[in-house]
């Protein structure tokens, strides 16, 4: 994983709220429509800051609510 000063995945760049859209949508298509608001609180920004790509904080917070690693429901 890498860590980059201002967080972008590629040659995309985006601001918190619409990385938190795309966490949002990455966790929607793995259990059938849940979204971050429905799983436990997480690191959020913090992991925002550091770099995490959405697919990475939303493979946090299924795997520390008990979902397995590869759900695809």
């Not at 985006?14 to 929607?28: F, N, P, T």
């Not at 697919?55 to 609510?65: G, N, R, V």
């Amino acid at each position: 994983m890498h860590r980059f000063s201002v967080p972008h995945w590629g040659a995309k760049v985006m601001g918190y709220r619409e990385w938190m859209k795309e966490v949002d949508h990455i966790i929607a298509s793995k259990t059938g429509g849940l979204t971050s608001d429905d799983l436990a609180d997480g690191p959020s920004r913090d992991r925002y800051d550091s770099g995490y790509s959405p697919s990475e904080y939303a493979d946090e917070l299924l795997q520390q609510d008990g979902f397995p690693e590869e759900c695809d429901y």
